[in-house]
């Protein structure tokens, strides 16, 4: 397929460089995100010496790693926007920003022009370093549908500034029409988050306000979102962005954990073969 296959390997971090590769290549992926986060192999305040130590262990292995899964917000890169080129150093060329704007109490119309505002911020930093930052789209947050997005990057260069389109996150809220959401962002979609969930509930807390409903991570071939229908609307939009799986079920069972990432690799890679490449 033309688009790469990468993971966020959150519930992996226990491993060295070397293993994660060699596992990444036994369950059918091709790439990971640079994982920048205190706990992890790169962390914010070793960064110029343990990114490139990172990224040259996995791509010696042959595992692709341009796409980083970082916490910085506008203000931090304004401030210091050394990690932007540590990162272009690196071949980083996509980090995921971290500041997802809780929305809540306040001027939400405020909160979103200021959200805007700083998009902006970022498309031009990003332009002076070479990268681009991406906006993750995640339940619980201020900006968490394509439609919301869309106010934030509407008439930014794509080359700067991109749209994480994630299902499994937007399960918790709702989904818009995927062919809308694809076709909204266009050119400024930049990947996909890879993971589900599916509705589970507590008999015991029938009383509750949700009625004991709750969402549980599961992998995409149990879920909720039907990935044939992403799929085919991803191709219609032309994207080329990659796919980052993130498995957070299970993570107290690392042989289930990994069983179950080869099967759900497995079964978009079917998918796409079955519909046809981008």
């Given at each position: 397929?033309?688009?790469?296959?990468?993971?966020?390997?959150?519930?992996?971090?226990?491993?060295?460089?070397?293993?994660?590769?060699?596992?990444?290549?036994?369950?059918?992926?091709?790439?990971?995100?640079?994982?920048?986060?205190?706990?992890?192999?790169?962390?914010?305040?070793?960064?110029?010496?343990?990114?490139?130590?990172?990224?040259?262990?996995?791509?010696?292995?042959?595992?692709?790693?341009?796409?980083?899964?970082?916490?910085?917000?506008?203000?931090?890169?304004?401030?210091?926007?050394?990690?932007?080129?540590?990162?272009?150093?690196?071949?980083?060329?996509?980090?995921?920003?971290?500041?997802?704007?809780?929305?809540?109490?306040?001027?939400?119309?405020?909160?979103?022009?200021?959200?805007?505002?700083?998009?902006?911020?970022?498309?031009?930093?990003?332009?002076?370093?070479?990268?681009?930052?991406?906006?993750?789209?995640?339940?619980?947050?201020?900006?968490?549908?394509?439609?919301?997005?869309?106010?934030?990057?509407?008439?930014?260069?794509?080359?700067?500034?991109?749209?994480?389109?994630?299902?499994?996150?937007?399960?918790?809220?709702?989904?818009?029409?995927?062919?809308?959401?694809?076709?909204?962002?266009?050119?400024?979609?930049?990947?996909?988050?890879?993971?589900?969930?599916?509705?589970?509930?507590?008999?015991?807390?029938?009383?509750?306000?949700?009625?004991?409903?709750?969402?549980?991570?599961?992998?995409?071939?149990?879920?909720?979102?039907?990935?044939?229908?992403?799929?085919?609307?991803?191709?219609?939009?032309?994207?080329?962005?990659?796919?980052?799986?993130?498995?957070?079920?299970?993570?107290?069972?690392?042989?289930?954990?990994?069983?179950?990432?080869k099967r759900e690799v497995e079964y978009l890679k079917?998918?796409?073969?079955?519909?046809?490449?981008?």
């Amino acid at each position: 397929m033309n688009n790469s296959l990468s993971i966020f390997p959150k519930a992996l971090a226990h491993m060295d460089a070397r293993a994660l590769a060699a596992l990444l290549h036994d369950v059918g992926l091709d790439a990971c995100n640079a994982v920048i986060r205190d706990g992890f192999w790169v962390t914010p305040a070793g960064l110029a010496s343990e990114l490139p130590r990172f990224v040259r262990a996995l791509r010696d292995e042959g595992i692709t790693v341009n796409f980083a899964t970082a916490g910085y917000s506008a203000e931090q890169l304004v401030a210091d926007p050394a990690p932007l080129d540590i990162m272009a150093d690196n071949g980083i060329v996509d980090f995921r920003m971290g500041c997802f704007w809780l929305g809540g109490a306040g001027d939400l119309r405020a909160q979103l022009a200021d959200a805007r505002r700083q998009m902006e911020t970022l498309a031009g930093l990003c332009e002076r370093h070479g990268v681009r930052a991406v906006y993750q789209l995640h339940h619980g947050s201020l900006v968490s549908s394509a439609s919301a997005a869309w106010r934030l990057v509407e008439g930014l260069p794509a080359a700067q500034v991109g749209i994480e389109l994630d299902p499994g996150n937007q399960s918790f809220e709702g989904t818009e029409n995927w062919a809308f959401a694809a076709g909204l962002l266009g050119e400024h979609l930049a990947a996909v988050g890879v993971k589900d969930t599916v509705l589970v509930r507590d008999s015991t807390r029938a009383a509750d306000p949700d009625k004991g409903w709750r969402r549980g991570w599961v992998p995409i071939d149990e879920g909720v979102t039907n990935w044939r229908e992403v799929w085919a609307c991803l191709k219609r939009a032309a994207f080329r962005g990659p796919f980052v799986f993130m498995p957070f079920y299970d993570s107290d069972r690392p042989e289930v954990l990994i069983s179950k990432l080869k099967r759900e690799v497995e079964y978009l890679k079917q998918i796409v073969k079955s519909e046809g490449a981008a």
